[in-house]
C-alpha cells in the first residue's frame, strides 16, 4: 500500500473517531439532562461552580454569581461566590452566624430555602432578627473551612461561628488537577463514572466503613490536619469574641447501631479537650430504620428535604439557646 493509501485510511479513522465522539458526546449531554446520575452531576458541579484558589490549603472555592442545575435543582451563587443571598459586608444590627460546611451544607440536591441552614434562619427570626450566612462547599474539610473563613469570612464580622462535621473531614485537603478535557468533556465523564461505578460494585460492601474508619488512626496526616485547623478556627474566634460551636452530622448509610461510634467519640473526646461546645446528632436518629427515606436520591445519601428539616430541628436549639 502506498504512503498516500496509508494517510487516506488514517484520516477515514480519525474523522470516523472524531464523528463517534462529537455524536457520544451530544448524546450524553441529552442522556443526562434527563437522567440524574450522581457521579455526573458531581462532575458539573466542579465544572459550572468550582475554581482553583490560590491558597493550597482552600484548594477551590465557588465561582462568584455562577449557576447550575444539579439534581434536578437550580444551585447559584451570590457576589462572594456563597449560595446564599446577597449578604452586605457592613453590619446592619443583626445578629450574625457563619455556617461553615461541605456539600450537606451548601445543601447538595434541595433547594435553596430547603436546605437547614434557610430552615434555622427564618426560624430564628421569629425570635430576633439574625443574619446566618452559608459558606458550605461541596468536597470541603475542616483545613478548607478554616482558611475560607480566614480569607472571606472575618470580613462579614459574625458574632458566632457554627462547623457542620462530617465524617470524612479528615480526608487530605485536595490537590487541584487541571484535567481540562475531562473536566469539559461529559462523554469522558460519563464512562469514567461507570468504571468507577463497576469498581465499587465489586469491591466489598464494607469497604466504605473501613475507609472511613481508616481516616482516624494517628499516623493519618488528614486527622492531624483537622486537629490543628479546629484549634486554629477557635483561637481566631476567641481573639476577637466569636462563639464557635461544632455541629456532627451523621454518616447515611447506617443510622441505627452506628457504626462510627468510635470515630465520632475520638472527635468529641478531642474538642471537649480544647473548650469547643459541640453537638453529636447522630443520636437524634438512632431510631431511623429506612435511611435511604432521608435520601436526595437512591445513589446519593446526600440528606433530602425531609432531612435537612431534621437537621434543623435537632440542631436549633444547641446553635440558638434561648436567652442567648
Known amino acids: 500500500m502506498t504512503f498516500s493509501g496509508i494517510l487516506v485510511k488514517l484520516c477515514a ?66 457576589s462572594d461566590g456563597l449560595r446564599d443571598r446577597e449578604y452586605p459586608v457592613e453590619r446592619n ?17 434541595v433547594r435553596q430555602e430547603e436546605s437547614f441552614e434557610s430552615l434555622t434562619e427564618e426560624e430564628i427570626n421569629k425570635r430576633a432578627p439574625t443574619e446566618i450566612i452559608n459558606f458550605g462547599i461541596g468536597n470541603y474539610n475542616a483545613e478548607q473551612e478554616t482558611h475560607l473563613f480566614i480569607e472571606k469570612g472575618l470580613k462579614y464580622r459574625p458574632d458566632q461561628v457554627a462547623v457542620f462535621y462530617t465524617v470524612n473531614d479528615p480526608e487530605p485537603t485536595p490537590q487541584v488537577r487541571h484535567w ?3 473536566e469539559e468533556s461529559e462523554l469522558l465523564s460519563f464512562y469514567w463514572s461507570r468504571v468507577r461505578g463497576l469498581m465499587f460494585h465489586f469491591a466489598a460492601a464494607e469497604n ?14 488528614g486527622w492531624e490536619t483537622w486537629k490543628k485547623s479546629i484549634v486554629l478556627l477557635k483561637q481566631i474566634c476567641q481573639d476577637r469574641g466569636i462563639k464557635l460551636q461544632v455541629v456532627m452530622l451523621p454518616e447515611p448509610h447506617q443510622l441505627r447501631d452506628y457504626p462510627f461510634e468510635k470515630e465520632y467519640a475520638a472527635v468529641s473526646d478531642f474538642l471537649r479537650a480544647n473548650g469547643i461546645e459541640h453537638l453529636d446528632l447522630t443520636p ?9 427515606r432521608l435520601w436526595v436520591a437512591p ?17 436549633f436549639d444547641f446553635i440558638f439557646p434561648r436567652g442567648r
Open 180 to 182: 481540562s478535557l475531562l
Open 208 to 221: 466504605y466503613r473501613d475507609y472511613y474508619a481508616s481516616l482516624y488512626r494517628p499516623d493519618q496526616p
Open 93 to 109: 444590627g443583626n445578629y450574625r452566624v457563619i455556617f461553615l460546611g461541605d456539600s450537606q451544607t451548601l445543601g447538595w440536591g
Open 13 to 78: 479513522v480519525l474523522v470516523s473517531f472524531l464523528v463517534f465522539a462529537v455524536a457520544g458526546e451530544i448524546a450524553v449531554r441529552i442522556y443526562t439532562r434527563t437522567h440524574i446520575l450522581y457521579d455526573m452531576e458531581m462532575s458539573r458541579y466542579a465544572r459550572d461552580l468550582k475554581l482553583a484558589s490560590s491558597d493550597p490549603r482552600i484548594a477551590h472555592v465557588h465561582k462568584p454569581n455562577a449557576s447550575a442545575r444539579l439534581m434536578g435543582v437550580d444551585v447559584r451563587t451570590n
Open 284 to 292: 437524634f436518629f438512632k431510631d431511623e430504620a429506612e435511611p435511604a
Open 299 to 315: 445513589d446519593d445519601g446526600h440528606p433530602n428535604a425531609v432531612g435537612h428539616r431534621l437537621i434543623a430541628q435537632y440542631a
